[in-house]
């Protein structure tokens, strides 16, 4: 996609926004890596210049992530206004978590205009992630994938700050689909012992084995066997079994009704985009849209009704000022915003304890489900950390953070 020069003044600062490739701009922001790690730096020019990859510089900082200190001091300022594109990520995700839009908005602005994350295609992918991980309620994953859509045709700025508006003031947000995707592989790989979904007697595991299995309890309307299986086909080699799930998934949605087809179809471009976009978490991000898709489904045969509408109070006036503010005082990245995703809180020595008792923290936040066993995630995940506390005294400290 390629963003030309728009001829329009815009509320937002866009009057003269190029967005396409800076090229100038990221030649003279990695020579000195190029001095540092010995990387081909024509190489990664010429990805950029291509078109091919929205996020090319994006997937080669991470693949280098071992030697991000180094490479973020080497760097100048990454944003317009001089911030680490990195904090800027991790402050736009936790603003839109604690319902704080405006300046959501700010740090969505500060990272679409970033010329080294190509911003425009990493921040709307960090936002669409967002309404999943954070957010996790079909009205608000549908209103912005429409204005995702809809920013690809117009191209205005204002499309995205409506959708981060949206994703912050959400009446109803859970975190159920990043834990039960790590509660689930944690149960795969014995760090959490639990029972588990197993195949008929006599059935061979493949791929098509587990995907069948999967549309059995979907229909059945079991909740946990359908994120357990859809989980282990996601995880399962090959491209075509994805496929063969997600087509599965759409042709169960298109019975039931436009809005099950239109959320389907939308976690299913959005599932596509983050395993095309990088390895690794990418296909976490991947997994979670699939997820998300198997429970809502499954909910349905279930007798669950959910609301899959969500209004907007996007206030584009209110916006303008706060902003024109925020140039004059420039707001500094939250402290709750440098957790163990960014340089500095790796610094700060901050890990997983940080980040569920403050960075972790949610408005409007509920459960789904209540499964008090998938509490023990918590605690698994914090033993990196060597912190001795059980279940019980860790939900307290939860609900006190």
Not at 126 to 131: E, G, S, W
Not at 335 to 346: E, Q, R
Request: charged share 30%.
């Amino acid at each position: 996609m390629d963003i030309k020069e728009s001829s329009q003044m815009s509320l937002f600062g866009t009057k003269s926004f190029d967005l396409t490739p800076p090229i100038v701009e990221v030649k003279k922001r990695l020579r000195a890596i190029s001095k540092v790690e010995s990387v081909n730096l024509q190489e990664i020019i010429d990805l950029e210049k291509s078109g091919k990859n929205r996020v090319g510089i994006t997937r080669w900082l991470q693949a280098v992530s071992d030697k991000k200190i180094t490479i973020y001091q080497d760097l100048e300022s990454f944003t317009p206004n001089g911030y680490d594109p990195g904090e800027v990520t991790s402050a736009m995700q936790k603003e839109i978590r604690r319902g704080h839009a405006i300046t959501a908005c700010w740090w969505a602005r500060e990272l679409f205009r970033s010329p080294l994350f190509r911003g425009f295609g990493y921040c709307w992918k960090r936002l669409r992630i967002v309404t999943v991980e954070d957010i996790g309620y079909p009205g608000v994953v549908i209103a912005v994938g429409r204005l995702f859509n809809k920013f690809e045709e117009d191209h205005r700025i204002e499309n995205l700050f409506e959708a981060v508006t949206i994703a912050a003031n959400a009446k109803k947000k859970t975190r159920f689909f990043d834990e039960v995707n790590v509660y689930t592989y944690f149960i795969h790989d014995g760090r959490i012992k639990r029972d588990h979904p197993v195949l008929a007697e006599g059935v061979s595991d493949s791929p098509q084995a587990r995907l069948t299995e999967l549309e059995k309890v979907i229909r059945l309307g079991k909740w946990f066997p359908s994120v357990w299986w859809a989980q282990k086909v996601m995880m399962s080699e090959g491209v075509k079994i994805k496929d063969d799930c997600w087509r599965m998934m759409r042709e169960i949605a298109d019975s039931i009704d436009g809005k099950y087809s239109e959320l389907v179809k939308i976690l299913n471009e959005q599932a596509c985009d983050n395993a095309n976009a990088e390895k690794g978490l990418g296909v976490w991000d991947s997994v979670r849209c699939a997820l998300m898709s198997a429970f809502y489904l499954c909910m349905f045969f279930n007798g669950q009704k959910y609301d899959f509408d969500e209004t907007s109070d996007f206030d584009e006036e209110k916006i303008s000022k706060s902003f024109e503010e925020f140039e004059r005082s420039k707001p500094i990245i939250p402290d709750y915003a440098l957790d163990a995703h960014t340089i500095a809180g790796k610094k700060k020595g901050r890990g997983n304890m940080f980040w569920y008792l403050v960075s972790n923290k949610i408005n409007n936040k509920v459960d789904l489900v209540e499964d008090k066993l998938m509490r023990v995630l918590l605690k698994a995940q914090l033993e990196g950390d060597k912190i001795n506390l059980t279940v019980e005294e860790f939900e307290r400290s939860l609900k006190s953070a």
